[in-house]
């Protein structure tokens, strides 16, 4: 697909403008967490120790500090955004998850007039209702002890109790009851996304994971690289407890989410400025909400750049034999999918929406909703994936099928928002 600026133009002005409203949503939720013998870190002498002994080659830190497992049950509040067409609430709504070192202003960026906004794409020219929000213990939503409770699986609980509120119709201010929910992430929210499905494999109808891969060869890079410091030190961040960790310079985030030549540095100082942190509970569990065989059957795209760094070590097609690319491995994981496609964006780092590359992004994860009965206002029944513990009895999923897509990029010329006017197509281990 080619995005010239006369066709976003054209675009734009049939497009419908949206109506956006910030929510609380009080969650009530329960996980079987990991319980670390791990203190929490006080000094930044501290959180640096504890990058070196949590990357150290030839060692599973994560296994030798954990005692056992503890159930943490409680409730809590979630900031969301909840964003519709001005002509209403369409019938799919998609639930967006960020990552590590964002909240959810990654899916709808206020940069260079909202140029780079995933929100504003998916509602303005797709149709769709939108649901971004802050993940448990990251930015508006409530905050917790950093090691033993803000962890992996307690989020995916989160993310489980807002996604069944969404299909009853009891969030504050939402009264549309959601038939349809496709389950979009970025990163650490791509992992909830799969583990949610994992768990629940008829709580979705369709899989977005974006800067994923299933590889935890490479979670070293961005550990080491983001140059992590006491986030309460950071003035912006001082409401943060001991224990949550931010990057400690422009030159970690650009480490972690930029590739050489691909982003307008004044979006690299707004990342910086505007970054959120991860704790050290969220780090030792940290991709171990990936590695069991996920039978969802749905339509299923994965979506990374070429140089991601977490997932691909900064080279996505450095796949392994059999393989054009490394999160093409994922099918493995997910052998039940429904047209599974992997999406290489080439040039583009770990931080897709923040890229020139994000026109290109943007289209694809929409068209592939589209093209495999998700459009917005879609009426076709839900999924029921066989074998899961709902009682939906319907049949089960068609056969996978992988499709890597490469591009190519050009770069001769620069949109108001900057970069290429034109973009087309061509660690740790532990167990839960």
């Known amino acids: 697909m080619k995005y010239t600026t006369a066709a976003v133009a054209a675009l734009a002005a049939v497009a419908s403008a949206r109506q956006c409203q910030?929510?609380?949503?009080?969650?009530?939720?329960?996980?079987?967490?990991?319980?670390?013998?791990?203190?929490?870190?006080?000094?930044?002498?501290?959180?640096?120790?504890?990058i070196l002994n949590l990357t150290q080659q030839g060692t599973n830190y994560t296994a030798s500090v954990l005692e056992g497992y503890q159930t943490v049950s409680g409730n809590y509040s979630i900031a969301a955004t909840y964003c519709t067409p001005d002509s209403g609430p369409a019938k799919?709504?998609?639930?967006?998850?960020?990552?590590?070192?964002?909240?959810?202003?990654?899916?709808?960026?206020?940069?260079?007039?909202?140029?780079?906004?995933?929100?504003?794409?998916?509602?303005?020219?797709?149709?769709?209702?939108?649901?971004?929000?802050?993940?448990?213990?990251?930015?508006?939503?409530?905050?917790?002890?950093?090691?033993n409770e803000i962890q992996a699986l307690l989020e995916v609980d989160a993310l489980r109790a807002l996604t069944e509120d969404l299909r009853n119709g009891i969030i504050p201010g939402v009264s549309e009851k959601y038939g349809k929910v496709v389950h979009v992430g970025h990163s650490f929210g791509s992992q909830h996304s799969y583990a949610l499905t994992a768990m629940y494999p008829n709580i979705s109808d369709g899989i977005v994971l974006t800067g994923f891969s299933q590889n935890g060869s490479f979670g070293a890079f961005f550990e080491l690289g983001s140059n992590f410091i006491q986030a309460n030190t950071v003035a912006a961040l001082s409401a943060y407890p001991n224990g949550y960790l931010a990057s400690g310079n422009p030159t970690g985030v650009q480490n972690d989410f930029f590739s050489p030549g691909m982003f307008d540095p004044a979006i690299l100082t707004l990342a910086y400025n505007t970054g959120k942190p991860v704790t050290v509970g969220e780090l030792l569990t940290f991709g171990g909400e990936t590695g069991s065989i996920n039978h969802f059957c749905g339509p299923t795209l994965i979506i990374t750049g070429a140089r991601d760094i977490p997932y691909c070590g900064g080279n996505c097609l450095a796949a392994p034999t059999g393989y054009t690319s490394i999160p093409e491995t994922s099918k493995n994981y997910l052998p039940n999918a429904k047209n599974f496609e992997v999406i290489i964006v080439p040039e583009a780092g770990h931080g897709l929406n923040l890229q020139y590359s994000h026109p290109f992004t943007y289209s694809s994860i929409n068209n592939y909703l589209v093209a495999n009965g998700l459009a917005a206002n879609s009426t076709a029944s839900s999924i029921a994936c066989s074998g899961s513990s709902s009682s939906s009895t319907s049949a089960s999923a068609s056969a996978s099928t992988s499709k890597v897509v490469s591009a190519s990029v050009s770069k001769a010329s620069s949109s108001q928002a900057g970069g290429p006017t034109s973009y087309k197509g061509e660690h740790h281990t532990w167990s839960a």
């Open 22 to 50: 910030n929510i609380t949503v009080p969650v009530q939720v329960s996980a079987r967490n990991g319980k670390f013998n791990q203190t929490t870190p006080v000094t930044d002498i501290d959180v640096e120790d504890f």
């Open 92 to 147: 799919v709504v998609q639930v967006l998850t960020h990552g590590i070192g964002f909240d959810r202003s990654y899916w709808d960026l206020s940069f260079n007039n909202y140029n780079y906004s995933y929100v504003k794409e998916a509602v303005e020219e797709y149709g769709y209702s939108t649901f971004s929000y802050d993940r448990l213990g990251i930015g508006m939503s409530s905050h917790g002890e950093a090691v």
